[in-house]
């Protein structure tokens, strides 16, 4: 592959996309792919820092403009440290939540003006998009009690019902925007049935590719 492959993993807090993240790494190794695996916010050393500034329960007085703007600049690191230079070595990047958790978190969520999210998100993805994002699809009341049973819940898991299932819709109507990048997966099912469902999806990508 001459440029890379950038697929990103989306979903509610406790939709399964890491048991799956995990998964698609090692398939894809063995595949012979050279796969680097990372997360927002966070990833590099100066993104975790500010991630764990974000989820602190602790910071109950962060404006919600802060808390898009500390994502932002989580993103901007990333993509200049390790997301570009990895994409132009050829890599394949999987990424754990990428810019479409802003649009759905903040602007659904938070209620922040799409356009304003897009303007700033714009400064830190410098023309980076996802070549496919793979939406892990499963009601927000069933993953967010998994999710909290197994490692109790941050600043954001804190919310109300009602915040996570804005984010839900929000994602729901990303979805029949960008029907070519974003793929639906239902999460309703078993690991194994839902890892086959996303390694259709991204044999396909990598034919179109290869
Ligand atoms: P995680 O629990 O999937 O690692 O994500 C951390 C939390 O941050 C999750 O509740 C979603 C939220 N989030 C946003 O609100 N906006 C963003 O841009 C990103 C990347 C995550």
Same mark, same amino acid.
């Given at each position: ?34 796969? /680097? &695996? ?25 404006? $919600? ?18 997301? +570009? ?11 754990? +939540?990428? &810019? @479409?958790?802003? $649009? ?6 938070? !209620?922040? !003006? ?11 993805? @410098?023309?980076?998009?996802? @070549? &496919? ?23 954001? %898991?804190? %919310? ?7 984010? $839900? ?8 925007? $960008? ?13 194994? %049935?839902?890892?086959?469902? /996303? ?12």
């Amino acid at each position: 592959m001459k440029r890379g492959l950038f697929i990103t993993a989306e979903g509610t807090d406790g939709s399964g996309k890491t048991t799956q993240i995990k998964l698609l790494e090692s398939y894809l190794k063995d595949r012979g792919f050279e796969v /680097v &695996v990372t997360r927002e916010p966070g990833g590099t050393k100066i993104g975790e820092k500010i991630r764990s500034i974000i989820l602190d329960p602790d910071n109950t007085k962060m404006t $919600y403009i802060t808390e898009m703007m500390l994502y932002v600049s989580a993103r901007a690191q990333l993509v200049g440290e390790l997301i +570009r230079p990895s994409l132009e070595q050829g890599k394949v990047v999987i990424c754990d +939540r990428f &810019v @479409d958790s802003s $649009y759905v978190y903040q602007g659904f969520g938070r !209620n922040i !003006n799409i356009e304003l999210i897009e303007k700033v998100n714009s400064i830190a993805l @410098d023309g980076i998009m996802p @070549d &496919v994002t793979l939406f892990f699809d499963v009601d927000p009341n069933i993953a967010l009690s998994r999710r909290i049973r197994s490692t109790g819940a941050d600043r954001i %898991e804190q %919310e109300t019902m009602d915040f996570h299932r804005k984010v $839900y819709e929000g994602y729901k109507k990303l979805v029949s925007k $960008y029907p070519n990048r974003i793929k639906i997966i239902d999460s309703n099912r078993s690991i194994e %049935e839902i890892f086959l469902d /996303v390694k259709e999806n991204i044999d396909k990508i990598l034919e179109r590719c290869l």
